[in-house]
Nanobody, 125 residues
């Protein structure tokens, strides 16, 4: 069972950039499709983006397309989310997750097996 630990959250101002990291506990990290999700207070969890095991495929939700970039370093068992031009509505708890399902499924935000505990991102106006 892979364990995931996010870091890099914090309080930033609108327009700022921030990079989140997600460290995995096992070398099997490289076999998983990885994704980022977020949940704002009072709202459902939202799927943001996913990256295939080798990094050749990525998918972005419309809400973050062009502003957020997902990447991974399999040698370091680490997933990243570079967030730019942050807005107050980006305020949420951000979580990374791992999926052993196919890209066709996980790439759209479904069937994630393992989750991190989340890191808070707060964007002030």
């Amino acid at each position: 069972q892979v364990r995931l630990v996010e870091s890099g959250g914090g309080l930033v101002q609108a327009g700022d950039s921030l990079t989140l990291s997600c460290a995995a506990s096992e070398d099997t990290f490289s076999t998983y499709t990885m994704g980022w999700f977020r949940q704002a207070p009072g709202k459902d969890r939202e799927f943001l983006t996913a990256i295939s095991w080798g990094g050749s495929h990525t998918y972005y939700a419309d809400s973050v397309e062009g502003r957020f970039t997902i990447s991974r370093d399999n040698a370091k068992n680490t997933l990243y989310l570079r967030m730019s031009t942050l807005r107050p509505e980006d305020t949420a708890v951000y979580s990374c997750a791992a999926s052993s399902s196919s890209w066709l499924v996980a790439g759209l935000g479904y069937e994630y097996n393992y989750w991190g505990q989340g890191t808070q991102v707060t964007v002030s106006s």
